[in-house]
């Protein structure tokens, strides 16, 4: 099976595709100029808010696995134009040249509602605020009414393999209530569910991620030697970020590295 991979130098990106191919898929990175990928994948340069670009970067291909996203910036246009034209282009190009592959996008566990009264299950309502979680749902539902065969994946806050993702952590929680759980997913499992995707187990399937324990991000701080103020005050949004797997475990989802502390006893977070 021959796989394109957009993002592919990203978070997700660099750390999936070396997996994936281990795995025996043939994986086709899409890069921006100026971007480089490991020797031994092919690379096609093109951009998704290009749509010149995209005919023969997706042409040929069994699956498209979409991780091109931008998320941490002020620039709300970049947002919009990034995670909502570029996944319309890359649909559009799909149709036109590979109307047969499998669409696989990966989303995000932030398009829940902060006072849902329970962890996000994928048919709750959804209204974020923020740009990012709204222009991904906006993306979603674009791929849904597409016509193509696929399958959207939002995944939690993602860590693992040294990304510095944890580490990086305190920086943007120094307000939040201490005792605020969020659920988490490592990269390793990541590359399960989305091997699983490219293998039909989700297809036209919603799906949250995420491993088996939330953790309080007073503990995720703990574990990267921040220590976040105590409080014993009520919290407010006891749900916020914190997903419901039941239909992941059910379509065949289980993973292997079941929580953040197991991670980080075994030196892999």
């Known amino acids: 099976m021959s796989v394109l991979i957009t993002g592919a130098t990203g978070l997700v990106g660099e750390r999936l ?59 709300t246009d970049l947002i919009w134009k990034s995670n909502l034209d570029g996944t319309r282009n890359l649909i559009a190009a799909v149709k036109t040249h590979a109307p047969d592959a499998r669409f696989i996008m990966s989303s995000t566990s932030h398009v829940y509602n902060k006072d849902n009264p329970h962890p996000g299950r994928e048919e709750d309502p959804v209204e974020p605020q923020h740009a990012y979680p709204a222009s991904k749902v906006a993306a979603e539902k674009e791929l849904r009414e597409s016509g193509l065969n696929w399958s959207i994946l939002r995944f939690p806050f993602v860590y693992g393999d040294g990304d510095g993702h944890l580490e990086s952590l305190p920086e943007h929680i120094s307000t939040w209530h201490p005792a605020q759980r969020m659920s988490t997913i490592h990269h390793r499992d990541i590359a399960r569910a989305v091997t699983l995707a490219l293998e039909g187990a989700f297809d036209r399937h919603v799906v949250n991620l995420a491993d088996e324990a939330p953790t309080s991000i007073y503990e995720l701080a703990g574990m990267v030697g921040s220590r976040l103020d105590s409080s014993c005050e009520p919290l407010s949004n006891p749900w916020y970020l914190h997903v419901d797997t039941s239909l992941a475990r059910s379509l065949g989802f289980h993973p292997g590295v079941r929580t953040v502390y197991q991670a980080w006893q075994e030196g892999i977070s």
């Open 17 to 75: 595709l070396p997996r994936l191919v281990e795995t025996g898929y043939a994986c086709r990175a899409l890069l921006r100029a100026g971007k480089s990928c490991a020797e031994g994948l092919e690379a096609v340069m093109g951009d998704i808010l290009d749509p010149s670009t995209l005919t023969s970067a997706v042409r040929g291909v069994s699956a498209i696995v979409h991780l091109a996203a931008v998320f941490r910036t002020q620039d």
